[in-house]
T-cell receptor
Framework: RKEVEQDPGPFNVPEGATVAFNCTYSNSASQSFFWYRQDCRKEPKLLMSVYSSGNEDGRFTAQLNRASQYISLLIRDSKLSDSATYLCVVNSVGRNNDMRFGAGTRLTVKP | NAGVTQTPKFRVLKTGQSMTLLCAQDMNHEYMYWYRQDPGMGLRLIHYSVGEGTTAKGEVPDGYNVSRLKKQNFLLGLESAAPSQTSVYFC??????????????FGDGTRLSIL
């Protein structure tokens, strides 16, 4: 079983839609969680960290459910520019900042 | 402020050839990493370093070697390239605050093809 699993998608949504991605992780002792965004043929870039109490950054909301070992990303009012692959990232405890990446969920926002 | 810079950006090698990928960061980060990204598999950690002069194995270290002689540079070497090493390679760096992981900053990648 992969340490971090994501639905690969693709998710195809119209502009203005709300879309949600989930990510599950296998290590119950994981402590740090992030969502990254990766555009085609580009490097991953940090979208937001995920905090235990949940956090919001504009149209983006991240949630953490430790009991069920998953994190989620909600995008409201989708824009064309949101089209990208979204990577879930979880640290691997005990390995000095050794992050494990999900394979990514691809999102396409259409006019 | 360049951030994380990788060279070269593209390279084609023949099986058995050797090469070195260079990563340089100007953010004074302690931690540096080398990943490979293959279709459908996400990024996988090859090796990482928690400081100058130190290196450690990641998830997929076989066939690669690394060195961190200077804090700002992290080199990834392929001693004898194999077609299975065809991939996109990303370097990243980060720092730690009070033991808490901080997000990693990535270079723009090296596309390597082994024929």
């Amino acid at each position: 079983r992969k340490e971090v699993e994501q639905d690969p998608g693709p998710f195809n949504v119209p502009e203005g839609a709300t879309v949600a991605f989930n990510c599950t992780y296998s290590n119950s002792a994981s402590q740090s969680f992030f969502w990254y965004r990766q555009d085609c043929r580009k490097e991953p870039k940090l979208l937001m960290s995920v905090y235990s109490s949940g956090n919001e950054d504009g149209r983006f909301t991240a949630q953490l459910n430790r009991a069920s070992q998953y994190i989620s990303l909600l995008i409201r009012d989708s824009k064309l520019s949101d089209s990208a692959t979204y990577l879930c990232v979880v640290n691997s405890v005990g390995r000095n900042n050794d992050m494990r990446f999900g394979a990514g969920t691809r999102l396409t926002v259409k006019p | 402020n360049a951030g994380v810079t990788q060279t070269p950006k593209f390279r084609v090698l023949k099986t058995g050839q050797s090469m070195t990928l260079l990563c340089a960061q100007d953010m004074n980060h302690e931690y540096m990493y080398w990943y490979r990204q293959d279709p459908g598999m996400g990024l996988r950690l090859i090796h990482y370093s928690v400081g100058e002069g130190t290196t450690a194995k990641g998830e997929v270290p076989d066939g690669y070697n690394v060195s961190r002689l200077k804090k700002q540079n992290f080199l990834l070497g392929l001693e004898s390239a194999a077609p299975s090493q065809t991939s996109v390679y990303f370097c990243a760096s980060s720092y730690i605050i009070g033991g808490a992981d901080q997000p990693q900053h990535f270079g723009d990648g090296t596309r390597l093809s082994i024929l």
